[in-house]
T-cell receptor, first 109, second 113 residues
Framework: GIQVEQSPPDLILQEGANSTLRCNFSDSVNNLQWFHQNPWGQLINLFYIPSGTKQNGRLSATTVATERYSLLYISSSQTTDSGVYFC???????????FGGGTRVLVKP | DTAVSQTPKYLVTQMGNDKSIKCEQNLGHDTMYWYKQDSKKFLKIMFSYNNKELIINETVPNRFSPKSPDKAHLNLHINSLELGDSAVYFC????????????FGPGTRLTVT
């Protein structure tokens, strides 16, 4: 099956800092999503981004499908950004959403 | 106006019992899923239904049986619960079965004692 690797596994930020999270995948994909799992366990959709660049407020994401990676940018981080960020993909011609191991982010005030 | 809802939110039960988790979506989606998140936060798909037809059935013990009475509902029944079944179970839905964005419910935390 497809492999999805996220880095770094853990990230501690001071409030106001910027950061970049990376997702590498081992095969061509036709679906890539970024999620934020908040401290209450909810999985919140951030981006549906199989290719290209999108922005939503302080968050933006870029997927370079030909090079098999995606980046999630967090700017001016806030304590509410704390939680686990997951990247998930569906392999081209596949039908299963495969998750990476997540990046645990802690934003300190 | 909750998009994907699950009940119950928490479930504590003893080994050997049978329990069900219910999921409903009001997004008009055709495809619904069950995922399991283990204690290390790893998420993995268990089942998927498209218009009430099973399309994904991962290597899950046959004690787990999904049931889809209509395309807006997908329930998960678990027989003879074991300690290792303790996890958070997420329901999700999407407009179609393959490349479309998936939306997740709030999760059901199952604890087997």
């Amino acid at each position: 099956g497809i492999q999805v690797e996220q880095s770094p596994p853990d990230l501690i930020l001071q409030e106001g800092a910027n950061s970049t999270l990376r997702c590498n995948f081992s095969d061509s994909v036709n679906n890539l999503q970024w999620f934020h799992q908040n401290p209450w366990g909810q999985l919140i959709n951030l981006f549906y981004i199989p290719s290209g660049t999108k922005q939503n407020g302080r968050l933006s994401a870029t997927t370079v499908a030909t090079e098999r990676y995606s980046l999630l940018y967090i700017s001016s981080s806030q304590t509410t950004d704390s939680g686990v960020y997951f990247c998930a993909v569906i392999k081209a011609a596949g039908n299963k959403l495969t998750f990476g191991g997540g990046t645990r982010v802690l934003v300190k005030p | 106006d909750t998009a994907v809802s699950q009940t119950p939110k928490y479930l504590v039960t003893q080994m050997g019992n049978d329990k069900s988790i219910k999921c409903e979506q009001n997004l008009g989606h055709d495809t619904m899923y069950w995922y399991k998140q283990d204690s290390k936060k790893f998420l993995k798909i268990m089942f998927s239904y498209n218009n009430k037809e099973l399309i994904i059935n991962e290597t899950v013990p046959n004690r787990f049986s999904p049931k889809s009475p209509d395309k807006a509902h997908l329930n998960l029944h678990i027989n003879s619960l074991e300690l290792g079944d303790s996890a958070v179970y997420f329901c999700a839905s999407s407009r179609g079965s393959i490349p479309y964005e998936q939306y997740f419910g709030p999760g059901t935390r199952l604890t087997v004692t």
